[in-house]
């Protein structure tokens, strides 16, 4: 074993906190508790109820946000059918303006994003600081020149109109981005609604577009639970969904949709084997079993999660894989110096403990 193999190895690692204090104000100019974002502004129901927003880390109530009724549901949809013609009727230069004033105002906020998004999902502040913001923001600079192209490569498209977005909690702001750029790029306006695990960040970025001026009715960002995105895809003026979510809701939207006129994209969940030859470097596929099963705690659609190995590289190979893994940094999700923070939700938490626990070993 090398020198500086062995100095790794004996290395301890100092807690590197990120301060919370930006996200602690913002929550605070709120008073902790968020309506819905409809028509650029803020909406706050009558009889409103309200639900908490916990920190998966420590339990600790962030902040309370509001479900959304059917009433707020026909709001969200009339605002975005309200500024459809006009948003459509633009060129896609002049939409890739507004497309490239939000991206510059996510880079503009991108530490706030992403200590936010690190305390409301459980993420390392590595990732969402490294990977998260900076893509999410590059997916608007992207799209913006798609829309600049629009007239030029697809002459012979037009945008569909009211679009119902669906998003999953396991990468809320970069799902968030891939739902709403394209759409908008291509002169769509959109009704969103974030996971119920993750809806503070979908928050923050509904004030960031207010900020760049976009036109009201554009975005429309509604939170609840499962009856609000149920109410989305019903909604008789909603002419597209998109859900990234579980198979088996995927196939309630299916049937929900058929007949319906409505137009629909799915991206359903999934796991993936993680197949190792003997022909293999060795060391290169742990790495790869680490990036595919624990980047981002696990809660990948795609992660690794059943690892294939050849019978004759299979003992080397799980005693260098448990070697690696006995390295892995488990904390705070804001401690830059983890490699693995906490699990969204406490529901998730307990489903993860029914494969290590004696009742697994039972089954």
Known sequence: MSTLLKIFETMEYGPAPESDTAVNTWLDEHGRKFGLFINNQWVQPENAEYYPSLNPANGN????????????????????RN?????????????????????????????????????????PIRESRDIDVPLLARHFYYYAGWSQ???????????????????????PLLMLAWKIAPALAMGNT??????????LSALLFAQIVAETGLPPGVINIITGSSKAGSMI????????????GSTDVGRILR???????????????GKSPFI??????????????????????????CAGSRLLVQEDVAEQFIKKLKRRMGHLRVGEPLDKAIDMGAIVHQSQWDTCLLYTSDAADDA
């Open 233 to 244: 895809v019903g909604h008789p003026d909603v002419d597209k969904i998109a859900f990234t």
């Open 276 to 301: 190792v030859f003997n022909d293999a470097d060795l060391d290169s596929a742990v790495e790869g079993v680490i990036d595919a099963i624990w980047f981002n705690q696990g809660q990948v659609c």
């Open 149 to 171: 192209l629009m007239d030029r490569e697809l002459p012979d498209y037009q945008p569909v109109g009211v679009v119902g977005q669906i998003i999953p909690w396991n990468f």
């Open 83 to 123: 500024a459809f013609d006009s948003w459509s009727g633009m060129s896609g230069m002049s939409r890739a303006r507004y497309l490239y004033a939000i991206a510059r105002n996510i880079q503009k906020h991108q530490r706030l994003l992403a200590v936010l998004e690190s305390i409301d999902n459980g993420k």
């Open 255 to 269: 049937r929900q949709t058929a007949g319906s006129g409505k137009k629909l994209s799915l991206e359903l969940g």
């Open 61 to 80: 109530l962030m902040a309370e946000t509001t479900q959304a009724g059917q009433a707020e549901v026909d709001l969200a949809v009339t605002a975005a």
């Open 190 to 199: 959109v009704v969103l609604k974030p996971a119920s695990y993750t809806r």
